[in-house]
């Protein structure tokens, strides 16, 4: 049985396919369109899905949407009249947008799908689970539990903002919901839009801001008071109430009403171009200490209506990782399973699963592998002749290696001595993480590599950390972890015995001090609060990438290196060999390694592209 997930229309649009339960291939249109978080129908991505499946459309046995158009309108229809007359350029704005999206989805996408091969429609089942059914079935379904329980936090799908489930065997039953327009994915989006970050992709921003404000300070305090007293009333079980007051999203076309933020918090909203101050990093931090408690609370609650011992999440709060990290921490659950595409892109995955489990009732024993998201490997690869081909298209000067041990022993020695490398192998990731197959590698002892990445590679703001890729083994010798991440969905202490001791006065530091001051003997990867964002390497899920960081063991004693996304600010990680070139071209990125070939920066020809292409990203 093949069925194809969709999610579409909002933000990060993907396609998904599964065979007899198993995930054949998945992916994001953003990484074709090379239009970051790409909402559009995923047309180029489900092309990609039916071609590595060996299927056509007709062959199908069903198609999922991942969510239910029609109660998503209602919830539109019912807060306008809620909040009426409030909301009417926001209704005008919206509600065609709706009609044409929403109530003729069905019509919509057999079209769509008639655009890429003939097809009898008739003949395919087209279903529709529920937004949070979607999420909840991606995260229960591809974990390796037979009982667990089941949180679901996001912004909003139709009307649940969050949900607890229970999954056996291959059933869920969702037992609590939480609904519109009571949210803490739209109350972590409201802050990250006063910090003048852009709203669903700025998201992280706020989180790797968050570490720098002072734990220590009364202004921390007082902005966590404000917000409990005046913004959120958090009940015990994790449910929350926004006083919808101070804020705009239900009917307006902004998150909140800045002019009264203003007055709450005692600073005007953060615009781009404004500097850094103190003040927002005591912010960031505050909103990000409230969530960890919501989801904390969440979490007990999810323990206490279940019993289970193993916890699966998804939705795009499950993102937030450091939040996940202080749950797992608290022992609360035996493990944790997070979905690493556990935004909307992976609600093509749990609409295709929740078809085959639920509504097809097929046997979920039959799906015995451990890892059911394949270290999320389920997009294009492309064979070295195709590599080949593309570099000749460029005229690119490159070395292609026979013997792979060879290059993986240079490209080891190249990052040892300090040199940024881009990596690109196999199939591209599934999810917003860099996994070791598209990504930008660097030295982790390096004390210059994080300032040089930011500025010279990805040309992104100095704040933001890197994350370490680590050999899986290796990790309990650098983290304080307890547990595999093999999607660098979980933050972990750096080892205290790695720690530099800090100046006493460390707080009070300007931010560029403190963020140059040497946290660690893996300064690269180690964050302003000694923590970091952790992927462990197990050589059966990514044998090629375990083989690099084992090289790199051999030549350094480390068994852990910085591992970056392969893409610039703006832009979506590569997809092909095209797209890794013109990275490698436009950066400062000092060789690349693509297939079986290496690549030298200062031996290609001469790239005339200006840097229009600049002004053409939309920066997140």
Same mark, same amino acid.
């Given at each position: ?28 249109? #953003? ?25 056509? &459309?007709? /062959? ?17 229809? %019912? ?29 919509? &996408? ?66 609590? %919901? ?83 933020? *203003? ?28 969530? !960890? ?47 690493? +595409? ?9 609409? $295709? ?27 294009? #690869? ?23 041990? %060879? ?21 591209? *990731?599934?999810?917003?993480? +860099? ?31 890197? +994350?370490?890729?680590?050999?899986? /083994?290796?990790?309990? #010798? ?61 050589? /059966? ?9 084992? !090289? ?25 060999? *095209?797209? $890794? ?21 200062? +031996? ?17």
């Amino acid at each position: 049985m093949t069925i194809l997930g969709i999610s579409a229309f909002y933000h990060d649009s993907s396609a998904a396919i599964i065979r007899d339960g198993k995930i054949v291939a998945a992916a994001q249109e #953003e990484r074709f369109s090379r239009i970051k978080h790409d909402a559009a129908f995923p047309i180029s991505a489900i092309k990609f899905c039916l071609s590595y499946a060996g299927c056509h &459309i007709g /062959e199908l046995d069903a198609i999922a949407f991942y969510d239910k158009p029609l109660l998503k309108f209602e919830r539109l229809l %019912e807060t306008y009249y809620g909040f009426a007359p409030k909301g009417l350029q926001s209704f005008l704005k919206s509600i065609p947008l709706s009609i044409s999206d929403k109530l003729f989805l069905k019509s919509l &996408i057999h079209e769509q799908l008639g655009g890429i091969e003939e097809y009898d429609k008739d003949k395919i089942k087209l279903l529709f689970p529920e937004h949070h059914l979607s999420h909840a079935a991606s995260a229960f379904y591809s974990s390796s539990y037979n009982n667990a329980a089941i949180l679901t936090i996001d912004g909003v799908g139709e009307w649940a903002t969050a949900s607890i489930s229970i999954g056996k065997g291959n059933s869920i039953e969702i037992l609590k %919901e939480l609904h519109f327009p009571h949210s803490v994915g739209l109350l972590y989006a409201a802050f990250t839009y006063y910090l003048g970050f852009k709203v669903n992709s700025g998201e992280y921003k706020l989180m790797g801001l968050a570490p720098y404000g002072n734990p220590t300070s009364p202004q921390v305090a007082e902005y966590i008071k404000i917000i409990k007293e005046k913004l959120v009333d958090i009940k015990p079980d994790g449910s929350l109430w926004l006083n919808q007051e101070y804020f705009n999203y239900s009917t307006g076309l902004t998150m909140l009403h800045d002019d009264k933020w *203003e007055k709450l918090f005692g600073f005007k909203k953060k615009n781009k171009a404004d500097d850094l101050q103190q003040h927002h990093c005591n912010f960031a931090y505050a909103i990000q200490k409230v969530t !960890e408690e919501v989801v904390y609370n969440m979490a007990v609650e999810a323990k206490k209506l279940t019993g289970a011992d193993y916890l699966c999440m998804a939705g795009g709060v499950a993102l937030n990782c450091v939040a996940n990290g202080e749950l797992l921490r608290t022992k609360l659950f035996k493990d944790i399973f997070i979905q690493p +595409a556990a935004g909307d892109a992976g609600g093509a995955i749990g609409a $295709a699963q929740a078809a085959y489990f639920i509504y097809f009732n097929k046997d979920r024993k039959s799906i015995n592998t451990p890892d059911k998201m394949q270290g999320s490997y389920l997009g294009p #690869e492309f064979s070295q002749h195709e590599i080949v081909s593309q570099l000749k298209k460029h005229k690119a000067i490159y070395r292609q290696y026979t013997d792979f041990d %060879e290059l993986l022993l240079k490209s080891a020695t190249l990052i040892s001595e300090g040199a940024v490398v881009g990596w690109f192998q196999g199939r591209m *990731e599934f999810g917003p993480r +860099a996994l070791g197959n598209r990504s930008i590698l660097g030295d982790a002892r390096n004390t210059g590599m994080q300032k040089k990445l930011n500025l010279k590679i990805k040309y992104r703001e100095d704040f933001r950390p890197f +994350a370490p890729s680590v050999i899986e /083994e290796d990790c309990s #010798e650098y983290f304080d972890l307890g547990t595999a991440s093999p999607y660098m969905l979980i933050t972990a202490p750096v080892k205290k015995q790695r720690r530099n001791p800090i100046p006493e006065n460390y707080y009070e530091l300007p931010l560029a001090e403190r963020l140059y001051t040497l946290r660690s003997d893996i300064p690269a990867v180690t964050h302003i609060d000694f923590s970091a964002r952790v992927q462990t390497v197990s050589k /059966e899920t990514n044998a090629p990438f375990f083989r690099l960081l084992d !090289e790199y063991k051999k030549l350094t004693g480390y068994g852990v290196m910085l591992n970056t996304s392969f893409n610039v600010r703006g832009e979506p990680p590569v997809c092909s060999p *095209e797209d $890794a070139y013109k990275c490698f071209m436009r950066t400062e990125m000092d060789y690349l390694v693509i297939g079986n070939c290496l690549l030298v920066k200062t +031996a290609q020809p001469v790239w005339f592209e200006t840097d229009n292409w600049k002004k053409e990203l939309s920066l997140d």
